[in-house]
């Protein structure tokens, strides 16, 4: 099936003169010219071919002629000393073909030099994919990154956002996923997406758009507080994060939904004038938060204009008995975005529910101005109360030993804050000595909710990819042993190198492992295969488990 594409130029933001002539695009296998071949030999041709952004009536910083087969561009520096975003763009006529290699050729001169950046989009449903052109900085930055041994990336990725009748078409993101992964095969991705609503989306719901005072739509953006954008962007980036699960399972770290003003999730155009929020789900959405609390004229409340929210007639803080209308709308405006960011979130958090999270001490519970054990269940899942003790020590139930706890851990010192949760027995691993639960795990299972509330991510990732789900696991008392750390790694599906209390390292067939004590040490390398020592290829014995003398501190490389 063949996909529409278009093919852009641009000159950077210098003044002067580029020349280009013999832009071709062809099917490597074929031979077959995808843009008609002489579009810049004859003004009609080009203008039939070509279109620049912004529209030429718009445009400040150059002008261009056709001649000589060539296409001549002059440019010059803007007035107001900004540079627009100045292209030349292809009519999106342009075929392209699902595994196919296709080559742009062109020939080009410039005065002063400068660097051209060619580029081929791939389009779908009103989204403007990459798909070829100069490499940039980014993978070799990728790169750099490898060799300094940091193998986490973020980095900005198509969210393939469909309309419902088309078929998912991932390829978009997946490309740039494995072109990161061939850079670095370890990699652990985290795709920063845009989960605004696209273009076809918003012709579909016109309504959704966003109203700034004085009646200005904003035609490219949907208002935040539209349910039925809100939860369509919900339900995609929860279909976009299981199949990024499914796709790269050893390299899905996390995702980074972006939206609104500069991606970072306040309200678009919200430094400039006028303002938003007068669009018909907003103004609901606020008479419905006014009505939960009791405000007696929440049916007909309208939102203030722009002038009384930009104004400061009593000084720079609002008075409430002048301004309670003003107050109210501004705290609705900054639950609502919350409330947004918090449903997406969950999304994420149903689609990725393989994960095994570990969740330490006193997560969600310390905020900038105070402590509040509230937050515990919003971050971790598990309800949680605080407990006095004189020892943070806890000791492993029948749970915990069936899981691997021999002995009781923890500070034996009193810690303060200490929490407990609430669990069933069946999920309690550890108690402390008045009997709370200090250590619980609790299954959750993918696209059906998970542990407690579903309210925000960004947990500790131990791994595994399962089927059935991953778990939440709760740890209060704050010291982790590493029988508590095997427990918890054989929970997520994490391979385990030895039982033994020793150091560790492993990468691509090799081990190195340093002994505390004089004696065996049993290494699983999991596979039926030869061990031998990497520094003398003294043979050790045949995998998967294979037991190595050690000296106290000695450090040994093995190759498997």
Request: net charge neutral; aromatic share 10%; proline share 9%.
């Amino acid at each position: 099936m063949r996909q529409q594409g278009t093919l852009h130029f641009r000159f950077g933001q210098l003044a002067g003169k580029i020349d280009l002539a013999d832009v071709r695009v062809r099917d490597v296998q074929t031979g077959e010219d995808l843009l008609p071949p002489g579009s810049f030999d004859k003004p009609s041709v080009f203008a039939a071919t070509w279109h620049t952004w912004p529209p030429p009536s718009a445009i400040t910083v150059g002008k261009w002629e056709v001649s000589d087969g060539a296409l001549h561009v002059t440019l010059v520096e803007p007035p107001n000393g900004r540079w627009p975003d100045f292209h030349f763009h292809s009519v999106p006529r342009l075929g392209f073909r699902a595994g196919r290699t296709y080559r742009c050729t062109f020939r080009a001169r410039a005065t002063p030099g400068r660097a051209i950046q060619p580029a081929l989009y791939q389009i779908a449903n009103g989204t403007w994919n990459h798909i070829g052109g100069p490499p940039g900085p980014f993978l070799s930055q990728v790169a750099l990154a490898r060799d300094a041994g940091v193998n986490l990336v973020s980095f900005s990725a198509p969210n393939c956002w469909s309309p419902p009748e088309s078929p998912a078409d991932w390829s978009p993101i997946d490309s740039l996923c494995r072109r990161i992964i061939f850079v670095n095969p370890e990699v652990l991705l985290v795709p920063r997406v845009g989960v605004d609503a696209p273009g076809w989306w918003l012709e579909r719901h016109p309504q959704s758009r966003m109203v700034y005072d004085l009646d200005k739509v904003r035609a490219d953006h949907a208002s935040v507080s539209d349910r039925t954008c809100r939860a369509d962007a919900a339900a995609h980036l929860e279909r976009l994060c299981r199949h990024l699960c499914e796709a790269f399972p050893r390299h899905f770290a996390g995702i980074h939904p972006c939206g609104q003003n500069t991606g970072e999730w306040f309200y678009l155009g919200s430094w400039e004038r006028p303002l938003s929020g007068y669009d018909a789900a907003t103004v609901a959405a606020f008479r419905v938060w006014l009505k939960s609390r009791g405000r007696p004229d929440s049916e007909a409340a309208m939102i203030p204009t722009d002038e009384e929210r930009r104004g400061h007639p009593f000084g720079f803080l609002r008075d409430p008995a002048r301004e309670q209308r003003l107050i109210d709308f501004a705290r609705f405006q900054q639950i609502e975005m919350a409330d947004h960011v918090v449903a997406l979130a969950a999304a994420c958090r149903r689609a990725t529910a393989g994960i095994t999270r570990v969740w330490c001490w006193a997560p969600g519970s310390l905020y900038p101005d105070r402590q509040d054990v509230a937050g515990i269940p919003e971050v971790a899942g598990f309800k949680a109360h605080p407990v006095t003790l004189p020892s943070a020590e806890a000791a492993p139930t029948e749970e915990g030993r069936r899981r691997g706890l021999t002995a009781s851990f923890g500070p034996r010192t009193a810690i303060q804050p200490l929490f407990a949760v609430e669990a069933h027995p069946e999920e309690t691993w550890a108690t402390y000595a008045d009997g709370s639960v200090a250590v619980a795990a609790r299954r959750h299972r993918r696209g059906r909710g998970v542990s407690g509330t579903e309210l925000t991510v960004g947990a500790a990732q131990t791994g595994g990819w399962d089927d059935e789900g991953g778990w939440d696991v709760f740890v209060g008392t704050p010291r982790l042993t590493p029988e508590l750390l095997r427990a918890l790694a054989k929970l997520a599906g994490i391979h385990l190198f030895t039982e033994a209390n020793v150091p560790v390292w492993a990468a691509e067939g090799y081990l190195a492992i340093q002994a505390h004590a004089a004696g065996p040490v049993t290494v699983d390398v999991g596979r039926a295969v030869p061990v031998f020592d990497a520094l003398d290829d003294t043979p050790l014995g045949h995998g998967p488990r294979v037991r190595v003398p050690f000296k106290q501190g000695e450090t040994r490389v093995l190759k498997y």
